[in-house]
Antibody, heavy 121, light 109 residues
Framework: EVQLVQSGAEVKKPGESLKISCKGS????????IGWVRQMPGKGLEWMGI????????RYSPSFQGQVTISADKSINTAYLQWTSLKASDTAIYYC??????????????WGQGTLVTVSS | SYELTQPPSVSVSPGQTARITCSGD??????ACWYQQKSGQAPVLVIY???KRPSGIPERFSGSSSGTTATLTISGAQVEDEADYYC????????????FGTGTKVTVL
């Protein structure tokens, strides 16, 4: 069974750094693209970026380029999303999701449970 | 940047058919997917590659695409289908930069 388990909720202050994680199991992690999706309170889904753990090929939405860093460690089947300097507007639920088929960056078929990030002074 | 436009809301009576549209200029050249998100839960893929249904998704969910519009149809809507629905696609067939639609709240009553 494919599972993506995300790290727990975080409460941070503006200006702090943060790295959240997404651990995959039940499939060949390095062969499936992993994407990150933001959902701000009461708002819709926003596609942030995607990484192929096999070679760390990473693509970003223009809206998030330079704002976050997506990475992956295929040796431990884990993808990451990180910030160097959080803002209050980063408060949101962040989901990771894996591709439906190996090598394909299309449909995100399997989703993590989400990580709530709260940024407040 | 590329955008996918959906109606904000759709209402349907139980047992009737709900149709949700998604408009985007690149849809003739790329695929569309649809996600269901119930309150407080992670999204669930209900349709991929315009019209394919993942295992475990009820047959009442179907998808189609023509020109610049993709459509999700819920035939015989159930109360448990009440949720937010998002279309998803990429801005080109060769570029994996994704985009979600604006979302549609489906009310079944």
């Amino acid at each position: 069974e494919v599972q993506l388990v995300q790290s727990g909720a975080e409460v941070k202050k503006p200006g702090e750094s943060l790295k959240i994680s997404c651990k995959g199991s039940g499939y060949s992690f390095m062969m499936y693209w992993i994407g990150w999706v933001r959902q701000m309170p009461g708002k819709g889904l926003e596609w942030m970026g995607i990484i192929y753990p096999g070679d760390s090929d990473t693509r970003y939405s223009p809206s998030f380029q330079g704002q976050v860093t997506i990475s992956a460690d295929k040796s431990i089947n884990t993808a990451y999303l990180q910030w160097t300097s959080l803002k209050a507007s980063d408060t949101a639920i962040y989901y990771c999701a894996s591709g439906l088929r190996p090598f394909e960056s299309g449909a995100l078929g399997y989703w993590g449970q989400g990580t709530l990030v709260t940024v407040s002074s | 940047s590329y955008e996918l436009t959906q109606p904000p809301s759709v209402s349907v009576s139980p047992g009737q058919t709900a149709r949700i549209t998604c408009s985007g200029d690149a849809l003739p050249k790329t695929f569309a997917c649809w996600y269901q998100q119930k309150s407080g839960q992670a999204p669930v893929l209900v349709i991929y590659e315009d019209s394919k249904r993942p295992s475990g998704i009820p047959e009442r969910f179907s998808g189609s695409s023509s020109g610049t519009t993709a459509t999700l149809t819920i035939s015989g809507a159930q109360v448990e289908d009440e949720a937010d629905y998002y279309c998803y696609s990429t801005d080109s067939s060769s570029n994996p930069i994704g985009v979600f639609g604006t979302g549609t709240k489906v009310t079944v009553l």
